[in-house]
């Protein structure tokens, strides 16, 4: 694909695959203020199922809205890894399949889980089980565990947690390797990916970061490799140092033509010299 190809593909998604990024954050916050109004605070499993079955509907919307969320990350590292994989031959393109495939897996599991823990409501409620104490909360965990989507959903979970890791590593990885991610952010995303899988929520400040950049709205503009359709690599610290300490092309040809060039003293001097030869001669 030529430059111009790579540049009229990313001009033509960049702006849409922004869109879903930042409309993926917002799903997600939204499922989790709905969460929240429905179901508040509460003391075990016992109480926590009898919020759930008071509240079907909320719990219900807010796995649907996560789901949503989630499966629209897709697009954002769908278009950032194809952008450095068309800068790179060292891309790996047969992971974009994992790339797509994990957010959708994860999206899976918000509506799995969702329904389980409505059928361990329900189960649990028609139990007719009193109080919140530690029997009445042990009834309740077990009756969770014992949920017929729970097996479905726990194979979904692993399956797109590890992909998402592995998806969003090696996508913040080589999009900083060919210029794409600036360092700090394209280290963020690889650290941010490896506990992605305990602290999901924390992702989302790289995603932010990652849809702003797409519409160009970043300090300073997109780094050079965007606009430029091909892979330039962000300097070594060293290379850096190297760089700051060499002088400038001007000053390196200034220097080499005052070493070179006799001064205006000597000149002058072997003037003298020679008028001074002829006077005598004369």
Do not use: C
């Not at 590292?77 to 060292?90: D, E, H, I, N, V």
């Not at 995303?189 to 849809?211: D, P, R």
């Amino acid at each position: 694909m030529s430059k111009r190809q790579i540049l009229d593909w990313e001009e033509q998604w960049s702006f849409p695959a922004a869109l879903a990024t930042l409309a993926a954050i917002g799903f997600v916050i939204a499922a989790i203020f709905v969460a929240t109004q429905g179901i508040g605070s509460t003391d075990g499993d016992a109480a926590l199922l009898r919020e759930v079955d008071q509240h079907r509907g909320t719990q219900l919307l807010s796995a649907i809205l996560q789901a949503i969320g989630v499966g629209l990350l897709a697009a954002p590292l769908y278009f950032l890894f194809r952008a450095a994989q068309r800068r790179s031959p060292q891309v790996r393109g047969q992971l974009v399949g994992l790339v797509v495939v994990a957010p959708l897996f994860l999206a899976v599991l918000a509506i799995l889980s969702g329904l389980s823990t409505l059928e361990a409501a329900t189960d649990f409620v028609e139990m007719g089980v009193k109080g919140s104490g530690e029997r009445a909360n042990e009834i309740a965990a077990d009756t969770i565990a014992d949920a017929s989507l729970r097996p479905l959903a726990a194979g979904f979970g692993i399956g797109g947690q590890l992909g998402f890791v592995v998806a969003m590593f090696y996508t913040a990885l080589q999009a900083m390797r060919v210029g794409l991610l600036p360092r700090f952010w394209g280290s963020l995303g690889m650290a941010l990916a490896a506990v992605s899988f305990i602290f999901f929520q924390f992702t989302l400040l790289w995603f932010v970061y990652l849809g702003i950049l797409l519409i160009g709205r970043v300090p300073g503009g997109k780094p050079p490799a965007w606009p430029a359709g091909e892979a330039i690599p962000w300097p070594s610290p060293g290379e850096k140092v190297a760089a700051d300490f060499s002088p400038e092309p001007d000053q390196e040809e200034s220097s080499a033509d005052r070493a070179l060039s006799p001064s205006d003293d000597s000149v002058e001097a072997t003037e003298r010299r020679k008028r001074k030869q002829r006077d005598q001669s004369d």
